[in-house]
C-alpha cells in the first residue's frame, strides 16, 4: 500500500475526535476561533509574524501572485519538475510560467535563474519538491539583486528546514497546502499562506472572503477561499504532532538509504545546510522504471510517479508552445523517477519487505 492515513489517524484519534466534538457543538463553522488559533500558531511555527488560512495549495499560490500584483504579461520563473498546481497558481492570475531545469537535489538549480530572466520577470516562485528546501541563499540573493518577488511552494515541505529556518519564512509569501496526504495534512481540503507584510496578509484576508474586509463593502472581485473550523481545529492537534511525524519520516528515509543496495537505484541526495521533511522518498531508475514500478505492484508494493507529465508538456499547457526536449533534464527526471511508500506508523516487517523486493529485483 502507498499511504495508510488512517494510522496516522488513530495514533491521535482521541484527539481528533474530542476536536471534532468541540467544533460541532461551537456553533460556528467558518473563519473562527479555531481558524485564529491555527494561524497564529502556524505563524509562529514557521516563524512568520502573520499567516491566513484558505481552502486549498491551489488557492493560496492564486491568491500570493494575485496580492502581489502578478498578472497579465508577467513572467514568473519556476522549476520545470514540479506539481502542475506551482504552474497553475501563476496561469490562473494570467502570467507566463518561465522554466528553469532542477540540479542533482531536484530543486530547482539557482545557478541557472538568472539566464531567464527577462524585463517582464516579476517573480520567482520556489517549491521545495518532496519536502527538501532549495538553496535559499542563493535565490534570495537572485531575488535581491534584480528586484523580484519570491514566492515559496511550501505544499511538501511543512517543517523543512534551510539552516536552521523553516521554509515558508524566506519569500515575500510562503504558500501551503493541507491535503491529507502532505506532511501536515487535514481531512479535507486546506491551506495558508504565511508573510511578513502586514499589508500582503490584509489583502489576502481580503481576497480570500469575496474581496471584502467589513460586511457589505467590498474593494474588489475576490474569491471563496476560507478555511473551515473543522480543518483548522484538526490542523492544530496534527501541528502539535507535527516535528515527530517529519522525525519518523525521516526515520523511515535512513532505512531506505542504508537498506537499498540495487546498483540500478539512484537514492536521493541531501543537500547541505537542510533538514529536509522528507514528504516523498524518490528514488531513480535511469533503465526500467516502469518495469520496477509493475514488478512491485505484483509484490503487493505501491508507488507513485510525481510527476509522470511535467507541466510544460501537459496538454492544460499546449499554448505555451514547448515540446519534448526543451527541458531535458526536467524529463529524464519525469521518466526515471519513484516513489516508495513512505507514512506513519509504516512498521519495520514492512519496510524491509519493500527494501528487500526492491535489493532482489533483477540482480
Ligand atoms: C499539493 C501541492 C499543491 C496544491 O495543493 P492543493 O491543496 O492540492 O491545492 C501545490 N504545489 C505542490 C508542490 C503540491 O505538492
Not at 13 to 33: H, T
Not at 327 to 336: C, G, N, S, V
Request: aromatic share 10%.
Amino acid at each position: 500500500m502507498q499511504s495508510r492515513l488512517d494510522r496516522e489517524f488513530s495514533r491521535y484519534q482521541e484527539q481528533y475526535e474530542a476536536r471534532a466534538l468541540e467544533v460541532l457543538r461551537s456553533g460556528w463553522y467558518v473563519l473562527g476561533k479555531q481558524d485564529e488559533a491555527f494561524e497564529r500558531e502556524f505563524a509562529d511555527y514557521i516563524g512568520t509574524k502573520y499567516c491566513a488560512g484558505v481552502a486549498s495549495g491551489l488557492d493560496a499560490l492564486t491568491l500570493a501572485f494575485r496580492v502581489l500584483g502578478v498578472g497579465a504579461g508577467d513572467e514568473v520563473i519556476v522549476q520545470g519538475n514540479t506539481y502542475i498546481a506551482s504552474v497553475m497558481g501563476i496561469t490562473i492570475n494570467g502570467a507566463t510560467p518561465v522554466f528553469v531545469e532542477p540540479d542533482e537535489y531536484y530543486m530547482i538549480d539557482a545557478d541557472r535563474i538568472e539566464e531567464k530572466i527577462t524585463d517582464r520577470t516579476r517573480a520567482v516562485l520556489v517549491v521545495h519538491l518532496y519536502g527538501c528546501p532549495a538553496n535559499m541563499d542563493k535565490i534570495c540573493a537572485v531575488c535581491n539583486r534584480h528586484h523580484l518577488k519570491l514566492v515559496e511552494d511550501c505544499a511538501q515541505s511543512h517543517g523543512a528546514k534551510f539552516k536552521g529556518r523553516n521554509t515558508g519564512s524566506f519569500g515575500d509569501i510562503g504558500c501551503f497546502s493541507f491535503y491529507p496526504s502532505k506532511n501536515l495534512g487535514a481531512f479535507g481540503d486546506a491551506g495558508a499562506v504565511t508573510t511578513n507584510d502586514p499589508e500582503l496578509d490584509r489583502m489576502i484576508r481580503v481576497y480570500r472572503n469575496y474581496g471584502s474586509e467589513k460586511r457589505y463593502h467590498n474593494m474588489v472581485v475576490g474569491m471563496n477561499s476560507r478555511l473551515d473550523e473543522m480543518q483548522a481545529g484538526l490542523l492544530r492537534v496534527k501541528l502539535s504532532h507535527l516535528d515527530a511525524i517529519n522525525r519518523e519520516r525521516s526515520t523511515l528515509a535512513d532505512a531506505y538509504d542504508r537498506g537499498i543496495v540495487n546498483p540500478r537505484v539512484i537514492k536521493p541526495l541531501v543537500p547541505p545546510d537542510v533538514t529536509p521533511i522528507y514528504h516523498q522518498y524518490v528514488i531513480r531508475v535511469p533503465e526500467g522504471r516502469d518495469e520496477l514500478k509493475d514488478y512491485l505492484d505484483r509484490n503487493g508494493i505501491t508507488t507513485i510517479i510525481h510527476y509522470l507529465i511535467p507541466p510544460h508538456l501537459s496538454e492544460a499547457y499546449v499554448d505555451l508552445g514547448m515540446s519534448r526536449g526543451d527541458l531535458p533534464i526536467t524529463e529524464r527526471y519525469a521518466d526515471t523517477v519513484l516513489s516508495l511508500p513512505m507514512y506513519c506508523g509504516m512498521t519495520d516487517e514492512e519496510q524491509q519487505r519493500i527494501i528487500n523486493a526492491i535489493n532482489e529485483w533483477d540482480t
